[in-house]
């Protein structure tokens, strides 16, 4: 099996972004989708998601998500 995969959505979106994609890969990849609420900056949003993430990930952002990643 390969590395989690981490999802991290844009600003004011939420897991359900992923949904599709999610689906087509629920039986080759374990996935998390990062909840980037909260901090009020970037280097804030990015140390939330290291602390919740595994230890070794895949990571894919979209819009704000993709600054993050």
């Known amino acids: 099996m390969m590395e989690p995969l981490v999802f991290i959505p844009g600003l004011a ?6 949904t599709p994609v999610m689906e ?4 080759r990849v374990t996935m998390h989708v990062a909840d980037i609420r909260g901090p009020d900056s970037v280097d804030g949003i990015v140390e939330k998601v290291l602390s919740e993430a595994p230890s070794h990930f895949f990571l894919a952002g979209l819009s704000m998500g993709g600054y993050i990643a």
């Not at 979106?13 to 992923?18: A, D, G, N, R, V």
Request: proline content about 0%; charged content about 40%; glycine content about 0%.
């Open 13 to 18: 979106c939420t897991e359900h972004l992923f």
């Open 24 to 27: 087509r890969l629920e039986d």
